[in-house]
Nanobody, 117 residues
Framework: QVQLVESGGGLVQAGGSLRLTCAASGRTLSRSVMGWFRQAPGNEREFVAGIRWRDGSTSYADSVKGRFTISRDNAKNTVYLQMNDLKPEDTAVYYC??????????WGQGTQVTVSN
């Protein structure tokens, strides 16, 4: 079992920045892919960014490329999402997820990000 706890969400003005943190426990992440997803009211959950723990390779949704950065801290078993130049359309609940198989197997409880005009 893996427990994922997100933090760092909040209210920010457009153009501002936030850093989300996902702290993992219960299992080593060395063979995982970690992802950030988000879900806005009335919308389906969508992929935001992912990182392969083993080599640090990353991927991003087109909508956040150049603004968001995903990173990891091996020692702390933690994943981060640095979000810069935030826009109102980034408003959503952000979820951290861990993939060990062909799908994301574990999910956090989510953290709210609200970007005002």
């Amino acid at each position: 079992q893996v427990q994922l706890v997100e933090s760092g969400g909040g209210l920010v003005q457009a153009g501002g920045s936030l850093r989300l943190t996902c702290a993992a426990s219960g299992r080593t992440l060395s063979r995982s892919v970690m992802g950030w997803f988000r879900q806005a009211p009335g919308n389906e959950r969508e992929f935001v960014a992912g990182i392969r723990w083993r080599d640090g390779s990353t991927s991003y949704a087109d909508s956040v490329k150049g603004r968001f950065t995903i990173s990891r801290d091996n020692a702390k078993n933690t994943v981060y999402l640095q979000m810069n130049d935030l826009k109102p359309e980034d408003t959503a609940v952000y979820y951290c997820a861990a993939q060990f198989t062909s799908t994301y197997d574990y999910w956090g409880q989510g953290t709210q990000v609200t970007v005002s005009n």
